[in-house]
């Protein structure tokens, strides 16, 4: 973890709100002089708190509905293989386009957020290219009703 004071959080803060904010516009709304405003992202980037800039989609681009996946799989003959296989799982699911998320649990697991417009396309896909693939031996579909925080996420993670 990374020591951050308070100009460093409300810089942050306002970087998240909006990144297009100039070093003027944000010195001015801090009340501290530009050069200190400019020192400080230049150190929040190079020790790595600042690792790029990005935009998060609005609500029209996101998907309606979306849905955690956990994909369990069989266990190999070999169970060296179960690696490799949960690895080979996890990239061509991550290659889907109504997968926003990929990730892989220490209970060999692999979990998926999946989105799309209507539920019916949702369980389309879910059922056309998750639970088709050779060797699931269960898949749980865990739809989520609505966010108390971190909704913007799917602005975030939609694959365009």
């Known amino acids: 973890m990374v020591y951050l004071d308070d100009l460093d959080r409300e810089i942050l803060k306002l970087l998240r709100e909006d990144a297009r904010l100039t070093i003027s516009e944000m010195s001015e709304r801090l009340n501290k002089p530009e050069s200190t405003i400019h020192f400080r992202i230049k150190k929040l980037i190079e020790r790595g708190v600042i690792e790029r800039y990005t935009i998060v989609l609005g609500k029209s681009a996101r998907p309606n509905e979306i849905a955690f996946v956990v994909l369990e799989l069989e266990k190999p003959v070999i169970e060296d293989f179960l690696d ?8 061509n699911l991550a290659m889907l386009p109504n997968v926003l998320l990929v990730g892989k649990t220490e209970e060999e697991r692999i979990i998926a957020l999946v989105g799309a417009d209507s539920k019916e396309e949702l369980l389309k896909c879910i059922e056309e290219n998750i639970k088709s693939i050779p060797s699931v031996k269960n898949v749980s579909v865990h739809y989520i009703k609505d966010f108390k925080k971190g909704e913007e996420i799917k602005g975030l993670l939609m694959g365009i």
Do not use: A, H, N
């Not at 490799?84 to 990239?91: D, F, G, I, N, Q």
């Open 84 to 91: 490799k296989y949960l690895e080979y799982v996890s990239r």
